[in-house]
């Protein structure tokens, strides 16, 4: 059944202010007539782009906001003064059960910062951990990655517990009963890693081999299976998650750059492109990182989404069409339920990931 979906967003974070916020926000509001929106920043700046969209403001309530979280603020000076900010009031409105997410472009270390203090961490979560869907040749289209940020040194309590909050998203989001799970490392082979990597390894194991596992550890895998079917979750730590994620970001963006390039490079290629064109979309949505923009943060007792700083409409579009999703499965209670209780079905989500295919 549908329901209303508030989505509290902060519309100044980002590194290009509020306009690509409030367009992505017209896109999604255009496609799903039960979004409705808490926009935070400056009514100043924020009503004139509102009122060029048709609509919007009808399903929008604007709040003022003191400040703005810079994207360079160290998450300790944010949390000490960031009370009243667009950001921090985006996260409060979530906090106070006046929306169902929050989304923001801005600072990945004080959103999370702000996110852990007003929303504290789920029951039995040391940890949170930010994850991204990866365009993959799975069933349903993605892999999870997680973390991609969060954490930069996590530990072997951490990577286990990232494998298990993994699962879940994925149990929730990609309706699997069993996913494959993953410990993202140089080599296949258990002699090679970190020894942080190695005791992790060692405990997964050990919970594949009981008889009420909630997913199937696979071992070791490598890079090269992030974007493949081997399995549904890669669990690492932030820094290599998060170098991971943008190098694929910059090679997505390189091949569609070489494409356009070639096609363009002698007469007889505009005539192939012309014919080529139908499958030359489809190709270029597929690559698309703003399609899948959106990691979100897992481990906390509320639902946050972070999406890219610099991203444009489609990529904002892309994010508010995640948190459309969570805020309607009621995905922050659920994952908590979920980790805590030990539950090993879903049935009665439907799913949140968004089609690749089709427009954000």
Known sequence: MSRTVVISVDAMGGDKGPAPVVGGMAKSAAKNPDLRFLLHGDPAALKPLLQKRAGLAAVTEIRESTSVIAMDQKPSHALRHGRGSSMWNAIEAVA????????????????????????????????????????????????????????????????????????????????????????????????????????????????????????????????????????????????????????????????????????????????????????????????????????VFLGLGGAVVKSHGSADATGVSAALKLAFRMGREGFAKKLAERVASGGTRVKDAGGFMPDIRKEA
Request: charged letters at 25%; glycine letters at 10%; aromatic letters at 4%.
């Open 96 to 295: 106070n059960d006046e929306a169902d997410v929050a989304v923001s472009c801005g600072n990945t270390g004080a959103l999370m910062a702000m996110s852990m203090l007003r929303l504290k961490r789920a029951p039995g979560i040391d940890r949170p951990a930010i994850a991204v869907m990866w365009p993959s040749r799975n069933p349903s289209g993605y892999n999870i990655v997680l973390d991609v940020g969060a954490d930069l040194r996590a530990d072997e309590t951490s990577l286990v517990q990232f494998a298990i909050m993994g699962a879940e998203y994925a149990r929730l989001g990609l309706k699997l009963d069993m996913p494959r799970v993953g410990l993202l490392n140089v080599g296949t082979e258990e002699t090679k890693g970190r020894r942080g990597h190695r005791s992790a390894l060692e405990r997964l194991n050990q919970m594949d081999r009981q008889p009420d596992r909630r997913f199937h550890h696979v071992g070791y895998v490598e890079g090269g299976d992030i974007t493949g079917d081997r399995v549904d979750v890669i669990v690492t730590d932030g820094y290599t998650g998060n170098i991971a994620l943008k190098t694929a970001e910059g090679t997505a963006s390189l091949i569609g750059e070489f494409l356009a390039e070639a096609f363009r490079a002698t007469p007889l290629s505009r005539i192939a492109a012309l014919f080529a064109m139908t499958s030359l979309h489809r190709l270029r949505k597929r690559i698309d990182p703003r399609r899948v923009n959106g990691g």
